[in-house]
């Protein structure tokens, strides 16, 4: 049996931030960052793929606020949303994954998966709204709209009269077909699954399952996934070639290898900042606490460059 990897793709690796995400740019991007994964499955690899959504989903909400507005159109729940967004992103991936496997000669089937995620409904994150979805709002427009939907609001750090729709980032507990995922590849298949951070649900009192309005952090379920289906290593793939201390100051400091005690020292010290690198580093840590083998953040087209990246791994 061969090397067992999950890869973690971030939203960005399909949309960038400067982009209108047309499907021409979209599609574009995606054969970029997959064609760097060629270099695992050449090297043994057996493959699940997940995918973030931040971008994607906020664009649908955006259009769910247009088509309501609009055209009296019924908005569809959040769940709803990162199930669109999962399926749509599972489905471009998917395809040109399979051309480039084409391209190179490769003879492998890929599956896509739409994944739930099981959450605590009385996790704390539905007491206090942390993730921003969503366009940005003027401080009239957000009281309007929370007092219209019920919904809540943040201002954004990086304008002045900028708010932002805020949702609950729950921690996820189970991943729904983590089995047959893990049978998927282990007979050989590519398996998409778990796409920004899974559907959110949960069991009610008679054991049914139920959807929860959350966005569930994509490091993190993708962390729970590689531990639940025994993958022996787990990428994380951004915009930056390593993790940093003190990273855009003066002091800034590559850090190439990392275990996890320096980790979690690094963590209470507040070296990472408050930015998306501190769950990222969060979720890498997790893995190698509970039998994953190592961890690697790294940027997404130097997957090929083993001096390139992070590395995180229990003991030295």
Known sequence: MGKFAVVALGGNALLRGDE????EQQNQNSYD?????????????????????????????MRNDAGQDMYDIPAMPLDICVADSQGGIAYMIERILRNILKEEGIDKNVVS????????????????????????????????????KGWEFKKSPKAED????????????????????????NSGNIVIASGGGGIPVYYDEKGMIQPLEAVIDKDNASSLLAQRIGADELYILTDVP??????????????????????????????????????????ALNFVENGGVKSVITEATQLEDKSIGTRITLNY
């Open 162 to 185: 900028a708010w932002r729709r805020v949702v609950p980032s729950p921690k996820p507990i189970e991943i729904k077909n983590e089995q047959i995922i893990k049978q998927l590849v």
């Open 33 to 61: 960052t997959l064609k760097n994964l060629i270099y695992l499955i050449k090297d043994g690899y057996d493959l699940v793929i997940s995918h973030g959504n931040g971008p994607q989903v906020g664009n649908i909400l």
């Open 113 to 148: 998966l739409v994944t739930q995620v099981v959450v605590d409904r009385n996790d704390k994150a539905f007491q206090n709204y942390t993730k921003r979805v969503g366009k940005i709002y003027t401080k009239v427009q957000a009281d309007e709209l929370a007092s219209n």
């Open 242 to 283: 390593f993790v940093y201390a003190n990273y855009g100051t003066p002091d800034q400091k590559v850090l190439e290898y990392l275990d996890a005690k320096d980790t979690k020292k690094y963590m209470a010290d507040g070296t990472f900042g408050e930015g998306n690198m501190s769950p990222k580093i969060q979720a």
């Open 20 to 23: 209108r995400g047309t499907i």
